[in-house]
């Protein structure tokens, strides 16, 4: 088993900026992508980020140029700032982990962009 641990979410004002943290633990060996997904209320829950050990890096083509995601193979942590917040950036954050084919999630961190 493979567990996510999320944090840095809050509260931000239009224009600020985050940074998510997801440390991963447990069956380790193996992971492979990590990444960011969203789901705002009365949404579905939708990608923002992934990055692979190895390889391209993928956004959603609305937090392009304002997010970037990175990790730290050595932590086994995925990391996710976002800068340029805006009120639809909005939502619950949750860390997913793949490892042979199977999927983890995190607990989800909430991140508020309001005035």
């Known amino acids: 088993q493979v567990q996510l641990v999320e944090s840095g979410g809050g509260l931000v004002q239009p224009g600020g900026s985050l940074r998510l943290s997801c440390a991963a633990s447990?069956?380790?060996?193996?992971?492979?992508?990590m990444g960011w997904y969203r789901q705002a209320p009365g949404k579905q829950r939708e990608l923002v980020a992934i990055?692979?050990?190895?390889?391209?890096?993928n956004y959603a083509d609305s937090v392009k140029g304002r997010f970037t995601i990175s990790r730290d193979n050595a932590k086994n942590t995925v990391y996710l700032q976002m800068n340029s917040l805006k009120p639809e950036d909005t939502a619950v954050y949750y860390c997913?982990?793949?490892?042979w084919g199977a999927g983890y999630w995190g607990q989800g961190t909430q991140v508020t962009v309001s005035s």
């Open positions: 997913r982990a793949t490892k």
């Open positions: 447990g069956s380790i060996f193996g992971l492979n992508v």
């Open positions: 990055i692979p050990k190895a390889g391209v890096i």
